[in-house]
């Protein structure tokens, strides 16, 4: 299974982003799928959650501005509004499996002031 990311970039504070991380291979019994962001010389922290029953959590920092979503064909976005310096950060895709996790490569997502 490979998870890829795109859709980061430069973006003004206030503006948005979509994220894209799209799953190929052979995926079976997804449990969740997580985006998670490290900014320098922090801890990867978890942003946003959806499970396969489609029940979603955020983190504080980003509830009523991230937005995690799936076309239910192996990809999942994260919808990103109102956007803040301090959300400058690698963001990447987990994908939990009954047995196994993936992540992706990560996409730098940097808001300006």
């Known amino acids: 299974v490979q998870l890829v990311e795109s859709g980061g970039g430069l973006v003004q504070a206030g503006g948005s982003l979509r994220l894209s991380c799209a799953a190929s291979?052979?995926?079976?019994?997804?449990?969740?799928m997580d985006w998670y962001r490290q900014a320098p010389g922090k801890q990867r922290e978890l942003v946003a959650t959806?499970?396969?029953?489609?029940?979603t959590n955020y983190a504080g920092s980003v509830k009523g501005r991230f937005t995690i979503s799936t076309d239910n064909a192996n990809t999942w976005y994260l919808q990103m509004n109102s956007l803040k310096p301090e959300d400058t950060a690698v963001y990447y895709c987990?994908?939990?499996?009954?047995?196994?996790?993936?992540w992706g490569q990560g996409t730098q997502v940097t808001v300006s002031s």
């Open positions: 959806m499970t396969n029953a489609g029940s």
């Open positions: 987990k994908l939990s499996t009954r047995y196994y996790v993936y």
């Open positions: 291979g052979s995926i079976s019994r997804i449990n969740a």
